[in-house]
């Protein structure tokens, strides 16, 4: 049967590295490698003008009953003074709720031929292949209550708070777990327990979930220090998992390791259903939609692409065909293919069609 893949490619540099996605998909499907039956919509800037809001409900619905949804990035100056509600980010924050995606899975991969592209020396990066699954739904950005109070003295008392219960972090862990089993075998639990009580049940409900994967190692490690281990020395880790707060600052540590944003893909899942056993799924580069370099087609198209590679193993199973996308990725950069955001001194670039192609001609 047909598998339901919806395209939202949104605004800016999202429109042109969507474009060369939906070659690389329309060439599985003529190869018969696939068979995606494939929709587009409008996100972001795009559906505002048309529709007048971030995302219309039918493209929400689209979303919903999709295998998988591809977005590519949204926001540009042209839409700052739309009104809040309607501004493009509404689109992503309506996927995220709507899907209930709680897992947000990060890679850090280092490709062999951009090693000296990182700031920290070769030798520590080389080989560098981490998965941070952070806490999308939960925590200090939603927790209640969220308020500024005057408190008549000149003074005001700013309140965040900080909340997770058992299932929120049960079901996180799973996910980290699951892929762990899939990977290198190993789990690290970042928190704060030594000062947080929210650090205190995480670690209770992240040990108590590793009994069940007793194939799996699990660490502990305080989440300030598993920052200070990112950058001294991350090839120690496999699978992060940690909260929302701390999977912000991780995710992005860990990701700056390996160059450019241009090469970030990220996948959001939700829960399995009941029934079938699918998970809502979300696939993004974590770049946006770079107003500066929109139109001009030179935008990186890799981590569009790469986000596509997860979506064939983390919705689809197709692991050996993913492996076939990132090998096509690392192919070229090997090769000394570059777009101008991950190019070195005086190297020649080339633009996104181009790189486009130019993994496409590998994958084949
Ligand atoms: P950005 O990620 O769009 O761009 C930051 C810098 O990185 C820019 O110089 C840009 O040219 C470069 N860059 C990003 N992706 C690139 C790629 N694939 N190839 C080459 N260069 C690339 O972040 P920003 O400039 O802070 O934000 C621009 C707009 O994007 C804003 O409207 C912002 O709200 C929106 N945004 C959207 C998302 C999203 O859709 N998920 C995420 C972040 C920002």
């Given at each position: 049967m047909a598998q339901k893949l919806f395209l939202l490619p949104g605004d800016g540099i999202g429109t042109e590295i969507m474009a060369e996605v939906a070659k690389i998909i329309a060439y599985l499907n003529s190869q018969g490698e696939t068979d995606f039956e494939l929709d587009s919509g409008l996100a972001g800037g795009a559906a505002y003008d048309k529709?007048?809001?971030?995302?219309?409900d039918e493209d929400m619905g689209k979303a919903l009953a999709a295998d998988a949804v591809i977005f590519g990035a949204v926001g540009g100056p042209?839409?700052?003074?739309?009104p809040y509600e309607h501004r493009p980010e509404a689109a992503l924050l309506r996927l995220r709720k709507e899907l209930a995606v709680f897992a947000n899975l990060r890679p850090a991969i280092c490709y062999p031929a951009l090693a000296?592209?990182?700031?920290?020396k070769r030798e520590l990066i080389e080989g560098l292949d981490i998965l941070i699954v952070r806490e999308l739904?939960?925590?200090?950005?939603?927790?209640?209550?969220?308020t500024i109070t005057?408190?008549?003295?000149g003074q005001k008392r700013a309140i965040d708070t900080q909340v997770y219960e058992t299932y929120e972090i049960d079901r996180i862990a799973r996910v980290a777990f699951d892929l762990a089993r899939t990977r290198g075998h190993k789990v690290h639990s970042a928190d704060k327990k030594n000062v947080m009580k929210s650090g205190v049940l995480w670690d209770e409900v992240v040990k108590t979930v590793a009994?069940?994967?007793?194939d799996v190692t699990m660490h502990h490690i305080l989440a300030d220090n598993c920052a200070m281990q990112l950058v001294r020395?991350?090839?120690?880790?496999d699978v992060i998992v940690t909260d929302n707060l701390f999977g912000d600052i991780l995710s992005d540590t860990a990701a700056m390791l390996t160059g450019s944003l241009g090469m970030l893909p990220s996948a959001s899942l939700g829960a399995p259903d009941a029934?079938?056993?699918k998970r809502k799924a979300f696939y993004e580069p974590v770049?946006?939609?770079a107003p500066d370099i929109a139109?001009?087609?030179?935008?990186?198209?890799i981590a569009m692409i790469a986000s596509f590679a997860m979506a064939l193993r983390y919705?689809?199973?197709?692991i050996e065909l993913a492996n076939r996308v990132e090998a096509a990725i690392a192919g070229v950069l090997g090769d000394g293919l570059r777009t101008g955001d991950i190019a070195q001194d005086n190297r020649r670039t080339i633009g996104t069609e181009a790189m486009g192609a130019a993994i496409l001609a590998k994958l084949k």
């Open positions: 529709y007048g809001v971030a995302i219309s042209k839409w700052d003074n739309v000296d592209a990182s700031a920290l739904t939960g925590g200090v950005y939603f927790g209640e209550p969220k005057d408190l008549g003295n009994k069940d994967y007793s020395n991350p090839r120690q880790f029934t079938t056993g770049h946006g939609s139109g001009q087609g030179i935008a990186n198209p919705s689809f199973g197709m």
